[in-house]
T-cell receptor, first 112, second 115 residues
Framework: DAGVTQSPTHLIKTRGQHVTLRCSPISGHKSVSWYQQVLGQGPQFIFQYYEKEERGRGNFPDRFSARQFPNYSSELNVNALLLGDSALYLCASMRSMDSPLHFGNGTRLTVT | AQSVTQLDSQVPVFEEAPVELRCNYS??????LFWYVQYPNQGLQLLLK??????LVKGINGFEAEFNKSQTSFHLRKPSVHISDTAEYFC?????????????FGKGTKLSVKP
């Protein structure tokens, strides 16, 4: 079975721009979580979605938003990019709310 | 609120030596505990988890961890490491009964195994 797939793998944006990151969960997984991993730090929780509903939100500004589609794929949107948004963005999926997480390889976002 | 402290940012060790990576957590309520491994340019992979029951948890690749409630610790151990164990290791926590999708991670420990 295919694992969690994220696109694109790398992305370079300019300050003030908008970015959309995409995630396809493992087949049969109904929940998607997003994490931000700044260089040298552990991942930080951004959002969790289950059955298309938001089930958790981390301490991130409103510039960050996400949604989950009927096929359980997900998008993370970031508006008005700042230099500090440069990071590895990780998507993870789980079969149900009490299942373990399976991570994708991430999207490396660089903001210049 | 919960928090996780990984006491060592880097741990160098020789091949076939034992290793312990330390993790302490802070929480006023019961928690679930996890260890993840991240190889270069990859996502995270679950090594093991403690949800309830036996405090000694065995995971993949020969790793194990022991939950110590009185010391609020969840240290990761391996009796004999290989070069292939070189990676970054993250301890994580979430509320007992809560979603395993909403985790609080420590800052990580880079394990470097030398020949």
């Amino acid at each position: 079975d295919a694992g969690v797939t994220q696109s694109p793998t790398h992305l370079i944006k300019t300050r003030g721009q908008h970015v959309t990151l995409r995630c396809s969960p493992i087949s049969g997984h109904k929940s998607v979580s997003w994490y931000q991993q700044v260089l040298g730090q552990g991942p930080q929780f951004i959002f969790q979605y289950y059955e298309k509903e938001e089930r958790g939100r981390g301490n991130f500004p409103d510039r960050f938003s996400a949604r989950q589609f009927p096929n359980y794929s997900s998008e993370l949107n970031v508006n008005a990019l700042l230099l500090g948004d440069s990071a590895l963005y990780l998507c993870a999926s789980m079969r149900s709310m009490d299942s373990p997480l399976h991570f994708g390889n991430g999207t490396r976002l660089t903001v210049t | 609120a919960q928090s996780v402290t990984q006491l060592d940012s880097q741990v160098p060790v020789f091949e076939e030596a034992p290793v312990e990576l330390r993790c302490n957590y802070s929480s006023s309520v019961s928690v679930y505990l996890f260890w993840y491994v991240q190889y270069p340019n990859q996502g995270l992979q679950l090594l093991l988890k403690y949800l309830s029951g036996s405090t000694l948890v065995k995971g993949i690749n020969g790793f194990e961890a022991e939950f110590n409630k009185s010391q609020t610790s969840f240290h990761l151990r391996k009796p004999s490491v290989h070069i292939s164990d070189t990676a970054e290791y993250f301890c994580a926590v979430t509320l007992y009964g809560g979603s395993q999708g909403n985790l609080i991670f420590g800052k990580g420990t880079k394990l470097s195994v030398k020949p």
